[in-house]
């Protein structure tokens, strides 16, 4: 059976070109049943308070840090979006002193924008290296912080980025989920080619590594909406990304849901589908279907309902 056109963007793929029925079934998912969704390889989690979400997220980073040395070292990679977590990381590194440098610890940016053919610099207004660096990193002591090649991000050589999550332990990929349903910006494809009629397989998606991808239209104004006060100028249209090659690699990820960056359906229909096991490239987060440790986490009061309310 022909998928329909996207609702959103006809020359792109998404979530709108599923079954109907799917979809229904996403829209009917209430606190209760969204806790029953817990699989082996997926677990759900709720919190009651932003701080102690925000907390719990932080700690992921400690978690990881912690479990590096010299000779092994290990670490996270993490998102700009959400920031809050950020810079409660750099409180509790200075709290414990915990020496990131003399451990080894390292830190993978997830993305930076795109301007003509190279990264935006951290002289960018929505810069993610910059963001980071500045909510977390320069917020640490100077002896405790990592040095400069204990951070990575996907500016410079994408393919020697990729292979560092091959001589070092990445414990835990943090992510949100945005309104197209991505991790980082692994956003849907592109309606075109020999995708036009349907999306790339979930094998063949899971092949893609770190890469400059074009965005979503859904993302750009999500990214407006977010991060530049609606300003849909300001967003870049093309972004480097860390790629499902790469994710596959981390021994856990670990999504969080604030309930501010997707909406009350979004965040039930994502996780109905890898709890099901149906992964599909046009839902790009239905992929972690397939990864053997999933967390998803929600705070609470701000699970909303997917219910018709005129405002």
Request: proline share 8%.
């Amino acid at each position: 059976m022909k998928r329909p056109l996207s609702k959103l963007a006809p020359d792109w793929w998404d979530y709108t070109t599923l079954a109907p029925e799917l979809l229904a079934d996403a829209a009917r998912i209430n606190e209760k049943k969204l806790r029953g969704l817990s699989r082996p390889g997926f677990s759900i989690h709720f919190y009651d308070t932003v701080e102690e979400f925000f907390v719990a997220e932080a700690l992921e980073y400690i978690d990881a840090w912690r479990q590096s040395t010299p000779d092994n070292p290990a670490g996270i990679c993490g998102p700009v979006g959400p920031t809050e977590q950020l810079p409660v990381v750099a409180r509790i590194v200075n709290a414990l002193g915990l020496n990131l440098k003399k451990s080894a610890a390292h830190y993978w940016g997830m993305d930076e924008w795109i301007l003509g053919d190279s990264p935006v610099g951290e002289d960018h207004p929505l810069s993610f290296a910059r963001c980071v660096r500045r909510m977390c990193f320069d917020r640490m002591d100077k002896k405790l912080r990592p040095a400069g090649g204990q951070i990575s991000f996907p500016t410079g050589n994408l393919e020697a980025f990729g292979r560092s999550f091959d001589s070092i332990r990445c414990v835990v990929m943090q992510g949100g989920q945005g309104e197209v349903k991505h991790w980082a910006f692994n956003d849907p494809v592109e309606r075109r080619g020999r995708h036009r009629e349907a999306p790339p397989t979930a094998q063949e998606y899971r092949r893609l590594g770190t890469r400059a991808v074009k965005l979503h239209p859904v993302t750009i104004v999500q990214n407006a909406r977010t991060s530049g006060g609606g300003n849909v100028a300001l967003v870049p249209t093309h972004a480097v990304t860390v790629g499902p090659r790469e994710t596959w690699k981390a021994e856990k990820v670990s999504i969080w849901h604030p309930g501010w960056h997707d909406n009350p359906f979004g965040i039930r229909l994502t996780a109905l589908m890898i709890s099901e096991r149906l992964a599909d490239s046009a839902v790009p987060m239905s992929l972690l279907a397939d990864h053997p440790n999933v967390h998803f986490h929600y705070l609470r009061p701000n699970l909303g309902t997917v219910t018709a309310e005129m405002h």
